[in-house]
């Protein structure tokens, strides 16, 4: 009877691990337990390399929406890693780690991607001939951090402001987040 008891957790078990590695999810197994290590071994790489290249993309761009859909995308991946963490054996960083990590250095590496874009801002504004291009184009850098003040920190809101200040005389109306 013992046996019997610890026979239907095991299958539950299984069941469960298919459903966090597999994109359909069933209440019937219909992997072997190697089967369901190769596919979370398998998708812990893809994972890894997923997040890998989001946060190299991250790093180099000047483009507001592909950093911040590379962040989301880091973030999603790192939540799927950590989803299946508990079915891999792991030298290194842990998968709740490496999440934890991600979420604690975000908004370091925003503030790093504000610095980044205002720099690449004020250099192509520098290229253009005209006083005219030039406050468009800051014109178009301030308003194109805008759509994503709602999960900018402050103090990164606050740079694009007065980037934009600086750089054109005019002032704005500051932006204050509702509590």
């Avoid at 219909?30 to 790093?59: F, G, H, P, W």
């Avoid at 001939?129 to 406050?135: A, D, H, P």
Wanted: net charge neutral.
């Amino acid at each position: 009877m013992l046996f019997g008891k610890k026979r239907k957790q095991h299958h539950a078990n299984l069941i469960e691990w298919q459903n966090a590695v597999m994109e359909t999810k069933s209440d019937k197994l219909y992997c072997k337990e190697a089967q369901l290590r190769e596919v979370t071994v398998a998708a812990a790489q893809n994972d890894q390399r997923i997040m890998q290249d989001c946060v190299s993309i991250m790093q180099s761009t000047v483009k507001p929406d592909v950093y911040f859909s590379r962040l989301d995308l880091l973030i999603s991946t790192a939540e799927h890693a950590k989803s299946i963490g508990k079915y891999l054996e792991c030298s290194g960083a842990t998968p709740d780690e490496v999440y934890d990590n991600i979420i604690h250095d975000a908004p370091e590496a925003t503030s790093e991607f504000v610095t980044r874009y205002w720099i690449d801002v004020k250099q192509k504004a520098d290229a253009l001939k005209t006083e005219k291009g030039r406050l468009n184009r800051y014109q178009k850098a301030y308003d194109g951090l805008k759509p994503y003040y709602d999960i900018l920190a402050m103090n990164d809101i606050g740079f694009n402001e007065n980037q934009f200040e600086l750089l054109t005389g005019q002032r704005v109306e500051r932006y204050h987040r509702d509590k």
